[in-house]
């Protein structure tokens, strides 16, 4: 197939490019950087006449679009670049699905689930009533409201996916970033950081992620939506100690506080419809992964022979 990765350079994006070349695919990369590769489109999805030209001179068969603003605290401080990005771009890429009739794989979160205290299954938003809690959940639930609306309008092909806190090599440190990275980050050089008692997560390795969206090509169902998450159900409190006894550090320079306003609480997910469905399994556990993760950002950031501002890290307009 030829497929399309918007945000192709970010941490999800630069892996699910090298799995779906791996499996023979024509694939193509988009994101905002100049780069290097010989298929490599620049651009921001948020500019029609931008995404216009890229589909006018190619025709895919599947169009991964993860390129998207992330992160509860971005989206207040830069709300303006994240609507622009995720409702605006999706809107944008729609248009063009209507247009040219790709197939395409959307990806949304887990923090869509918002306040709902039970266990998330891809059916809760249609039999309750839920209150996405920051910007950040909101715009990605209306982006899945678009989508929906495009397909019973104009019979679009869409698969819906929710990431559970992907984690893994590639993510570049930034105080928007996932909680592990920034953990690890504040680790390494003994910076302050807080942890929040009572918030719980499952938390997934890049390469279990990627191996199930690269399913998804394969096996397309239009109009699913899938949990995509781990299978470790843990508080925050676990992934900082994991951190800080492979680090061989005390946790004196933690602040523990009971919780982080206007952010889901407990993401207790159902995985069984992407298991059964895609054959997602979660292969790495975070005791594994967290410290293949900290192997990386340590040969990132604390190379011998490196004099550059340890805390400016290459930018994609993607890191789901």
């Not at 971005?74 to 990005?85: I, K, M, P």
């Not at 999706?90 to 959307?106: A, D, L, S, Y």
């Amino acid at each position: 197939m030829k497929i399309l990765c918007t945000g192709g350079l970010g941490t999800v994006g630069h892996v699910l490019v090298k799995e779906l070349r791996d499996r023979g695919n024509d694939v193509w990369i988009c994101d905002l950087p100049h780069h290097h590769d010989d298929q490599y489109l620049r651009c921001d999805v948020g500019s029609f006449w931008q995404l216009k030209r890229i589909f006018d001179s190619h025709q895919f068969d599947v169009v991964y679009h993860l390129a998207a603003e992330f992160g509860r605290w971005n989206g207040e401080d830069y709300y303006d670049t994240l609507w622009h990005s995720n409702a605006v771009g999706t809107k944008n890429m729609i248009r063009m699905q209507e247009r040219h009739g790709f197939r395409m794989v959307f990806f949304s979160s887990s923090e869509v689930y918002g306040d709902y205290d039970g266990v998330m299954k891809e059916d809760v938003m249609d039999k309750y009533e839920v209150r996405q809690l920051n910007d950040y959940a909101i715009s990605k639930w209306v982006s899945e409201m678009q989508i929906l609306n495009s397909a019973s309008m104009y019979g679009t092909e869409t698969v819906r996916v929710r990431l559970f806190n992907t984690y893994g090599p590639g993510e570049y440190y930034s105080p928007y970033r996932s909680v592990i990275c920034r953990f690890i980050y504040c680790a390494l050089f003994d910076l302050p950081y807080t942890v929040y008692l009572n918030h719980h997560r499952t938390s997934t390795y890049v390469t279990d992620t990627v191996r199930t969206l690269a399913n998804i090509s394969e096996r397309f169902k239009p109009g699913e939506v899938y949990n995509i998450g781990g299978g470790q159900y843990h508080d925050i409190k676990y992934l900082s100690d994991l951190i800080l006894k492979y680090l061989g550090k005390s946790d004196s320079i933690v602040t523990y506080s009971e919780g982080e306003p206007f952010t889901t609480k407990d993401k207790k997910v159902d995985l069984s419809k992407a298991a059964e469905e895609l054959d997602h399994k979660t292969t790495i556990p975070l005791e594994e992964g967290v410290p293949k993760t900290i192997d990386w950002m340590r040969s990132v950031y604390l190379r011998e022979d490196t004099d550059t501002d340890l805390t400016r890290s290459p930018h994609s307009q993607v890191d789901i």
